[in-house]
């Protein structure tokens, strides 16, 4: 509605200047101040509406288009957390997994060093014992 307002001003503005060579007020039957294509006030109306929607709607399209695109780059970037999460998570039960086997190495170590001093005593005893 505002919009309207603006034009029939515009027009109240033109028509105060006759030597103005994009728009005149004319009355029928009176010839035009210049050649061109004459609008009839509603026509030119609605040129500036329907044009006025088309931007409109250029700027929801454009918004929307937006819209998707941070939507598709959060859904990357989420992605990508999840990704780093899990893997993470993965290189933590990794380093335990290695710690756990470190032990049982150094348990099994202890264990055969024992084992081979046991016996070298156990052997020396009844070698000593044998004579």
């Known amino acids: ?24 007020m004319v009355v029928a039957g009176t010839p035009a101040p210049f050649t061109g294509i004459l609008f009839t006030p509603e026509a030119a109306t609605k040129i500036l509406v329907d044009h006025r929607t088309q931007l409109d709607q250029l700027a929801v ?24 999460d899990t893997e993470e998570k993965e290189n933590e039960f990794l380093k335990k997994e290695n710690e756990n086997r470190q032990l049982v190495i150094k348990v099994l170590g202890v264990s055969l060093v024992a084992a081979i001093l046991s016996s070298g005593v156990i052997g020396a005893v009844l070698l000593f014992n044998g004579q």
Not at 5 to 24: G, I, K, R, V
């Open 61 to 84: 399209d454009m918004e929307h288009k937006r819209q998707v695109e941070i939507a598709g780059m959060q859904l990357q970037l989420d992605q990508t957390k999840i990704l780093l």
């Open 1 to 24: 509605m505002i919009n309207l307002w603006f034009f029939f001003l515009f027009l109240a503005a033109q028509s105060s200047q006759p030597d103005n060579l994009y728009s005149a």
